[in-house]
């Protein structure tokens, strides 16, 4: 490894340390009162998204000759961490820029990229991303949803469950899958689908997760589409799928470090300042042990993540997989660790709806199970970096 390579992997830049500056800075501005309250209210969180369109944040990972920063996945996770330890992440972030704007500025024609990068980068448009399907989970080698050629079109049919932000998404990204000319198989295919297609039908799943986005049931009963609503190569699909997984992966490792930096930093907080028998409880080893391992365990899971953004962004799709998948293992669980000690810290009052870190404990268990279990994340590890058979 090269100093070069070293440098850039653990040391950043000035331009990412005034990126993180500057984000943390508008994200404090807002905070976890305005996100609580307005998830509470039953309302998007649309004012913090379109500021940080303004800004040029949503788009840093995307080509600037469509409005985005020339930057990569490393400096978009960047804007949602430091976003979440403020309080306020933006969850469509992970969908938006980072799945669907990767995969269409790497795959997508001249035209898809004109129609919707722009708009992506500067928070005008926003596209959701639907995969999970109620039979397949994510397993895309069973995904029952299908596009069929009938003429120059495409007529696409399927049901895909929990996918967010659909009603305030202009477009969804569906995974489907086609059929293979010269085998008669079928392969993974993307196509964009508008919120107003005919056929295409939306419903929202009741949650217990306190969040401005929604989650949906998918409906698409031979929803006609163009010949260009397919994203890329029709023999590319899997290729192109996974250029928006790996990014995924890195940006919920990022959603998550977030998280388990804004509990920290309240529990923290509150231990140096919270008096018993006239001791400030921070000083007790019972309470701030615990607190010293939460931010250990964030700190060498960003560090991953970081590695694993540093392979995507170079073109590493292979070693980025395996770090990425790790990397979301470790934020998943350094940050339900650390939410679920900040709520012990605080006592009663950590279950208080002044403080806030009650609403964490349900968001926290989330990246645990998605965009893709821990236990399935085992399996990646020990079949393709340990060597160990298959299971299933």
């Not at 939306?202 to 401005?212: A, F, K, N, Q, V």
Request: proline share 4%.
């Amino acid at each position: 490894m090269t100093a070069a390579t070293f440098d850039s992997t653990f040391v950043e830049s000035e331009e990412r340390q005034a990126l993180r500056q500057a984000v943390a800075a508008l994200g404090r501005r807002y905070g976890l009162e305005y996100f609580i309250r307005t998830t509470r209210a039953g309302e998007h969180t649309h004012e913090l998204w379109q500021e940080a369109g303004k800004l040029g944040y949503l788009g840093v990972n995307l080509p600037e000759e469509y409005g985005g920063g020339g930057g990569g996945i490393a400096e978009l996770s960047i804007v949602l961490e430091e976003l979440g330890a403020a309080g306020s992440p933006l969850l469509m972030l992970v969908v938006s820029p980072a799945i669907c704007g990767t995969v269409i500025a790497r795959f997508g024609t001249d035209e898809q990229r004109r129609r919707w990068l722009p708009g992506i980068a500067d928070g005008s448009a926003r596209m959701a991303f639907g995969i999970t399907e109620p039979e397949a989970g994510s397993n895309s080698h069973r995904l029952a949803t299908v596009g069929r050629r009938d003429g120059t079109d495409w007529l696409v049919s399927g049901r895909k469950v929990f996918i967010s932000g659909v009603d305030a998404a202009d477009a969804t990204l569906i995974v489907g899958r086609t059929e293979d000319a010269r085998t008669g198989r079928l392969k993974p295919a993307l196509f964009i689908v508008p919120r107003d297609t005919p056929g295409f039908e939306y419903r929202p799943i009741e949650m217990e997760l306190t969040s401005p986005e929604k989650q949906f049931q998918l409906f698409l009963d031979d929803v006609r589409l163009p010949a260009d609503a397919l994203v890329g190569d029709e023999d590319a699909g899997l290729l192109q799928l996974f250029a928006g997984l790996n990014p995924e992966r890195i940006m919920t490792a990022a959603f998550s470090i977030g998280m388990g930096r804004c509990a920290l930093d309240r529990a923290v907080d509150y231990a140096r300042t919270r008096e018993v028998w006239k001791t400030a409880i921070g000083a007790h080893q019972g309470l701030a042990h615990p607190l010293a391992q939460a931010r250990i365990e964030i700190e060498l899971s960003r560090l991953m993540m970081q590695k694993a953004a540093f392979l995507y962004d170079s073109g590493d799709d292979l070693g980025a997989g395996e770090a990425a998948n790790m990397a979301k293992f470790a934020a998943a669980e350094a940050a339900a660790k650390a939410v679920d000690q900040a709520v012990h810290t605080l006592g009663g009052n950590g279950l208080t709806t002044e403080y806030g870190l009650g609403a964490l404990l349900t968001a926290s268990r989330v990246a645990r199970i998605a965009p893709v279990s821990r236990e399935m994340i085992l399996n990646f590890v020990a079949q393709h970096t340990l060597g160990l058979p298959k299971s299933y």
